[in-house]
């Protein structure tokens, strides 16, 4: 079954290291996001890349994440020095081209932890 | 800026009790609305949509219907099943933005 991956599902790191998590989209789809999910709450939108390209961010993202889709199936997310409020699940998202009420197929996630 | 509120953090009902949780939301024009459900250690899956007021979304049992004038999109079920127990999102898409504005989400267990 079509599905977007993600890789790693789990992810240890100490403060101050690098971390990277990768996303591999629905195949022919267009549109991918990011989002942050902590404890179980709700989700915080991250970064949104249409065809590639970086479109919408915050500004956490801005400062402190690196985030890039070099090919159409391939986004990778990563935080330049983690720090213990980057603990948390890490959710990609990706939907067809079209309209922005489209449907986004979530991954799993990669469950980031900040010791 | 724009939000959705959801009042309910956990219910707890039993096999074929009828299921209401409540979404409000605050955007202006006609955002997009969005039930989503997150079952444990999986990302969220999407339930249904509505664009427009008075449209009516459903899939798999639940149903809600868009009303502007009270900006609400509350969920509902008839008969909920304990497979059902998951934790529900709602969630908005402004007009002329693809990101998705969640609520806090509602832990939803069904006892059997």
Same mark, same amino acid.
């Given at each position: @079954?079509?599905?977007?991956?993600?890789?790693?599902? $789990?992810?240890?790191?100490?403060?101050?290291?690098?971390?990277?998590?990768? =996303?591999?989209?629905?195949?022919?789809?267009?549109?991918?996001?990011? $989002?942050?999910?902590?404890?179980?709450?709700?989700?915080?939108?991250?970064? $949104?890349?249409?065809?590639?390209?970086?479109? @919408?961010?915050?500004?956490?993202?801005?400062?402190?994440?690196?985030?890039? =889709?070099?090919?159409?199936?391939? =986004?990778?997310?990563?935080?330049?020095? =983690?720090?213990?409020? @980057?603990?948390?699940?890490?959710?990609?998202?990706?939907?067809?081209?079209?309209?922005? @009420?489209?449907?986004?197929?979530?991954?799993?996630? !990669?469950?980031? !932890?900040?010791? | 800026?724009?939000?959705?509120?959801? /009042?309910?953090?956990?219910?707890? &009902?039993?096999?074929?009790?009828?299921? /209401?949780?409540?979404?409000?939301?605050?955007?202006?024009?006609?955002?997009?609305?969005?039930?989503?459900?997150?079952?444990?250690?999986?990302?969220?899956?999407?339930?249904?949509?509505?664009?427009?007021?008075?449209?009516?979304?459903?899939?798999?049992?639940?149903?809600? /219907?868009?009303?502007?004038? /009270? %900006?609400?999109?509350? &969920?509902?079920?008839?008969?909920?099943?304990?497979?059902?127990?998951?934790?529900?999102?709602?969630?908005?898409?402004?007009?002329?933005?693809?990101?998705?504005?969640?609520?806090?989400? %509602?832990? &939803? %267990?069904?006892?059997?």
């Amino acid at each position: @079954d079509a599905a977007v991956t993600q890789k790693p599902r $789990y992810l240890i790191k100490m403060k101050g290291q690098e971390a990277e998590m990768k =996303c591999i989209p629905e195949k022919g789809h267009t549109a991918v996001f990011w $989002y942050q999910q902590k404890q179980s709450k709700e989700l915080k939108f991250l970064i $949104y890349f249409q065809n590639q390209q970086p479109l @919408d961010q915050i500004d956490m993202v801005k400062e402190r994440f690196s985030a890039v =889709c070099p090919s159409s199936s391939l =986004c990778s997310l990563g935080i330049r020095t =983690c720090e213990a409020e @980057d603990s948390a699940l890490y959710l990609c998202s990706s939907s067809q081209p079209g309209t922005e @009420d489209a449907e986004q197929f979530f991954g799993p996630g !990669t469950r980031l !932890t900040v010791l | 800026g724009d939000s959705v509120t959801q /009042t309910e953090g956990q219910v707890a &009902l039993s096999e074929e009790d009828f299921l /209401t949780i409540h979404c409000n939301y605050s955007a202006s024009g006609y955002p997009a609305l969005f039930w989503y459900v997150q079952y444990p250690g999986e990302g969220p899956q999407f339930l249904f949509r509505a664009s427009r007021d008075k449209e009516k979304g459903s899939s798999r049992g639940f149903e809600a /219907t868009y009303d502007k004038g /009270t %900006t609400s999109f509350h &969920l509902r079920k008839a008969s909920v099943q304990e497979s059902d127990s998951a934790v529900y999102y709602c969630a908005l898409s402004s007009s002329g933005s693809w990101q998705l504005i969640f609520g806090s989400g %509602t832990q &939803l %267990t069904v006892m059997p």
